[in-house]
């Protein structure tokens, strides 16, 4: 299996644009994750899906940030408008639960990110 | 609230040396815990994680650590480290919300000399 797909591997852009990160799970995985990686805050839990179904987002910022899942193949983060304040390296990962929302000790399985710089 | 502290945000050793990563957890509950590594510029990577049963766990790249309740730690080993161990490590609890969400530390930066 190729892993978690994320694109692009870098964003640059300007202060105000719209940003869209795309990231492809694991065939035939059911939980979906996004992540973000601030030197000041670590690796903070954005918004997590089940079955392309968003389950839990109250990791998410503000509300110029959204996330949407419209297949298990596919899910885009989006920020719009973006501050610099949203550089970071987002991950993506994802994980097969047994049943239901799986169990806490699934293993997650992650992308290799995006660095996002906004200027 | 379940949490994990990683005592040292970096550590140096010699080719071959033991290297030592540690990771203490808060927890009400049994705890079930993670090491993942992260190498430049890549994603993290499970290292190995302790869910229930044998307190030593053992992981990838020759990787252990020890689960021990009474000094609530689950410090990650290794006996002779290589240049390719250095990386970013990792230490995480996972808190059931109705899903699996993993908390992480703050991180151990491992440096490998010659």
Known sequence: ?119 | AQSVTQLGSHVSVSEGALVLLRCNYSSSVPPYLFWYVQYPNQGLQLLLKYTTGATLVKGINGFEAEFKKSETSFHLTKPSAHMSDAAEYFCAVSVWKGFQKLVFGTGTRLLVSP
């Open chain 1, 1 to 119: 299996d190729a892993g978690v797909i994320q694109s692009p591997r870098h964003e640059v852009t300007e202060m105000g644009q719209e940003v869209t990160l795309r990231c492809k799970p694991i065939s035939g995985h059911n939980s979906l994750f996004w992540y973000r990686q601030t030197m000041m805050r670590g690796l903070e839990l954005l918004i997590y899906f089940n079955n392309n179904v968003p389950i839990d987002d109250s990791g998410m910022p503000e509300d110029r940030f959204s996330a949407k899942m419209p297949n298990a193949s596919f899910s885009t983060l989006k920020i719009q408008p973006s501050e610099p304040r949203d550089s970071a390296v987002y991950f993506c990962a994802s994980s097969l639960g047994l049943a239901g929302a799986g169990g806490p000790t699934d293993t997650q399985y992650f992308g290799p990110g995006t660095r996002l710089t906004v200027l």
